[in-house]
């Protein structure tokens, strides 16, 4: 690092063999999740430019809420022209209006059309975001509706492949892609009333590892980030069919459960690595939580 660079307050520049340079820049704060030191992005030989981005595109599915629209949000702010993708497009211009360099696109992951539709407006793109799922009901499987199994899978694992292939072709384009799955802590253990769940997001996991290895040798980089208890304003509240009262109960007592932001900033941080960096898996979870089934209350 030269003398300018070394001594200037606040700037981390990561430089690896001979991709280019890049600036990480991080939260305006020192508790970011992953690691990112406060910074501002210095421009750097070899960037590649898109329409005045420093980054190129980034694609984020299920951006309207929750970790979906904090990606979104906080790859605009690392230089990224973001395509904002999901189904309610009121929330999405509302993203647009708030945060410049993102692009809202109504996209429906289980329609193939929609999804045939974003592709072919998308010509190069650097990093996609497979965030669009969810969860619905926490039945036993003796109880459990086939219907709400189904519509997991659409979404966490169906979804997930629709949007890989359609843009593939894209995310090989110039200087090379990133896929990225926001998976679960769900897709690698089990536990009573999540069957449906914990199914979809191992489907999603057994996806984005079987990527990994048909990718071996191209350059796409391919990473799951998976995290536990994260209290967003719409997670809990769908699963347990809009009550309320029930999804306040899931993080009550716990110290400080992820946000959507923590989640953000260890996409962002998986993303910015240098090119010849792939980190597969990033399992992330509260500190009052060890597993799955073992959280300390208050």
């Known amino acids: ?18 991709t280019p340079s890049r600036s990480i820049r991080g939260r305006e704060h020192n508790t970011a999740v992953c690691g990112f030191m406060p910074a501002r992005i210095i421009p750097q030989p070899g960037w590649r430019t898109i329409r005045g981005m420093g980054r190129g595109t980034a694609v984020v599915t299920g951006a309207s809420s929750g970790i979906g629209a904090a990606t979104a949000r906080r790859l605009a702010q690392e230089g990224y022209e973001v395509v904002a993708a999901a189904r309610r497009r009121d929330r999405l211009d509302a993203l647009a209006a708030d945060v410049p360099g993102i692009r809202p696109v109504t996209l429906d992951v289980t329609d193939p059309t929609s999804v045939a539709a974003m592709a072919a407006d998308l010509d190069d793109i650097a990093v996609l975001v497979n965030n669009a799922g969810g969860a619905i009901g926490v039945e036993p499987i003796e109880n459990a509706n086939p219907d709400d199994w189904q519509n997991m899978f659409e979404t966490n694992v169906l979804g997930v492949l629709r949007v890989t292939q359609a843009l593939l072709p894209a995310l090989e384009r110039g200087a090379g892609g990133h896929v990225v799955i926001t998976g679960s802590i769900a897709g690698r253990v089990v536990y009573e009333g999540g069957g449906g769940y914990t199914a979809a997001k191992h489907g999603a996991a057994a996806l984005v ?3 990994r290895l048909e990718l071996n040798g191209r350059p796409v980089r391919v990473s799951e ?4 208890m994260v209290h967003t304003e719409e997670f809990s509240l769908v699963r347990l069919r809009g009550d309320q009262a029930a999804a306040d109960r899931v993080y009550e007592g716990v110290d400080e459960p992820l946000t959507a932001d923590d989640i953000a900033d260890c996409i962002a941080y998986v993303v910015t690595r240098p090119a010849h960096v792939n980190i597969d898996l990033l399992v992330v979870k509260p500190i009052a939580q060890a597993a799955a089934h073992k959280v300390a209350r208050r």
Not at 5 to 11: F, V, Y
Not at 225 to 228: R, S, T
């Open 1 to 18: 690092m030269d003398a300018e660079h070394r001594n200037a307050p606040h700037i981390a520049v990561v430089r690896a063999h001979s």
């Open 209 to 211: 590892e079987t990527l």
């Open 225 to 228: 980030i998976a995290p536990g």
